[in-house]
T-cell receptor
Framework: DAGVIQSPRHEVTEMGQEVTLRCKPI?????LFWYRQTMMRGLELLIYFNNNVPIDDSGMPEDRFSAKMPNASFSTLKIQPSEPRDSAVYFC????????????FGPGTRLTVL | GENVEQHPSTLSVQEGDSAVIKCTYS??????FPWYKQELGKGPQLIID?????GEKKDQRIAVTLNKTAKHFSLHITETQPEDSAVYFCAATRGGNQFYFGTGTSLTVIP
């Protein structure tokens, strides 16, 4: 059974460029989460979706960040324009049906903005 | 909202010894407590979890205990091995998929 799939695994870009991170959740899971991990702030929840609908985006740092989930098997996190302080590891996680269920994390995308 | 504190931030043990990591939480309504292990360059992986109706859960060398009255839960690893070296995160949630993570414990097992 494939786990959560993220692409790319590494992204290096220059300040001002648009960055798009991609995620394929585990089949059958109905919740999807985007996290950002840095040494300073640890794991931060950016946004999560339930049945493809954004439920809570209060963790999205600013308008430069946007996320979409057009269908149950695909989500994107976009940063436009990117800034050096956006450098971090971005994780996608998914969770199966249920009021309280475990989140399963992908391998992450390491983003470096020069 | 929930506040999860995790201690210690770093922990070194000799191979074969036990390791204990502790977390406290603030929201008495939290009722699910997973533990994740994150190896270098990888995403967090669930290693064990416990729900509020259980006081202890064990899986081979790993155990988790929960004290709802004191609002703390702990991860216990016995007979540690070098491959146990990683960063461990606790989390708490009252449901609705909103997890609150601790700040992580970097465990080093010295051969």
């Amino acid at each position: 059974d494939a786990g959560v799939i993220q692409s790319p695994r590494h992204e290096v870009t220059e300040m001002g460029q648009e960055v798009t991170l991609r995620c394929k959740p585990i089949s059958g899971h109905n919740s999807l989460f985007w996290y950002r991990q840095t040494m300073m702030r640890g794991l931060e929840l950016l946004i999560y979706f339930n049945n493809n609908v954004p439920i809570d985006d209060s963790g999205m740092p600013e308008d430069r960040f946007s996320a979409k989930m057009p269908n149950a098997s695909f989500s994107t996190l976009k940063i436009q324009p990117s800034e050096p302080r956006d450098s971090a590891v971005y994780f996608c996680a998914s969770s199966p049906v249920g009021p309280i269920d475990t989140q399963y994390f992908g391998p992450g995308t390491r983003l470096t903005v020069l | 909202g929930e506040n999860v504190e995790q201690h210690p931030s770093t922990l070194s043990v000799q191979e074969g010894d036990s390791a204990v990591i502790k977390c406290t939480y603030s929201d008495s309504a939290s009722n699910y407590f997973p533990w994740y292990k994150q190896e270098l360059g990888k995403g967090p992986q669930l290693i064990i979890d416990i729900r509020s109706n259980v006081g202890e859960k064990k899986d081979q060398r790993i155990a988790v205990t929960l004290n709802k009255t004191a609002k703390h839960f702990s991860l216990h690893i016995t007979e540690t091995q070098p491959e146990d070296s990683a960063v461990y995160f606790c989390a708490a949630t009252r449901g609705g998929n909103q997890f609150y993570f601790g700040t992580g414990t970097s465990l080093t097992v010295i051969p």
